[in-house]
């Protein structure tokens, strides 16, 4: 796994896919740091996206519409629970320029959906996420290894310096507050700043506030 701290270096990596260079990339990162974001940006429309749940069907079916186009997976945790997700996967990012895709069916899928049982495609595979789900699994593992792996971990004053210049206006109160706390995200500076500018005075203690106490507040 590589691990990568500033926007420079996530945005060389969404650039070096882009431009052909590799079968898979994974970026891994936490929620709101703007991986989503510079991906949509940089790839534009040469890739076609799949966000969230699919089933290993419809993994197939968008893999054969959109062959020989490159494949993004946005937010699909999920798909590493799935083995046959995960099985398909693994045909898909092979690292060798033609991959060969089965899906193997007793349904005459080839019929009912004028879609063959195997194809061939040079697609290539970008995946999103948060995190990665029972990395110890053989199949997870075979998967992983076919692919570049990225973390990215910016720290607070490269998040920082990222909104200074790309927002096109921003908040040099919101941005102290949060510079100071543990960590915080994009995310986070646009939830503040739209508490604040909705008039709440208490903008602070309110985004300090934990999950289990917003909980206990909706429950109590």
């Not at 060389?12 to 936490?30: M, P, Q, T």
């Not at 945790?77 to 899906?103: A, H, P, R, S």
């Not at 019929?111 to 990395?135: A, D, G, L, W, Y």
């Amino acid at each position: 796994m590589i691990t990568i701290h500033t926007y420079a270096d996530l945005k060389h990596f969404i650039k070096a896919f882009k431009n052909d260079s590799f079968d898979l990339l994974i970026l891994i990162s936490e929620g709101g740091l703007g991986k989503t974001y510079n991906t949509r940006k940089i790839l534009n429309s040469k890739a076609h996206c799949i966000n969230s749940h699919i089933t290993p069907l419809e993994l197939y079916l968008q893999a054969f519409e959109f062959k020989d186009k490159k494949l993004w997976l946005d937010d699909v945790e999920d798909m590493f629970n799935n083995d046959k997700l995960v099985g398909l996967l693994k045909q898909l990012c092979e690292t060798q320029e033609i991959k060969d895709i089965q899906y193997g069916t007793s349904w005459d899928i080839d019929k009912t959906r004028k879609v063959p049982k195997n194809f061939e495609t040079n697609s290539q595979v970008i995946m999103t996420v948060n995190s990665i789900n029972r990395i110890q699994n053989k199949g997870i593992m075979a998967l992983l290894d076919r692919g570049i792996i990225v973390n990215f971990k910016p720290s607070n004053n490269e998040i920082t310096t990222y909104v200074k210049e790309n927002f096109e206006r921003y908040d040099k109160e919101v941005l102290q507050f949060l510079n100071e706390s543990p960590s915080f995200s994009l995310r986070s500076y646009i939830k503040c700043c739209q508490l604040k500018g909705a008039g709440f005075k208490n903008w602070k203690e309110l985004m300090t506030k934990k999950p289990e106490q917003i909980a206990g507040e909706v429950h109590g």
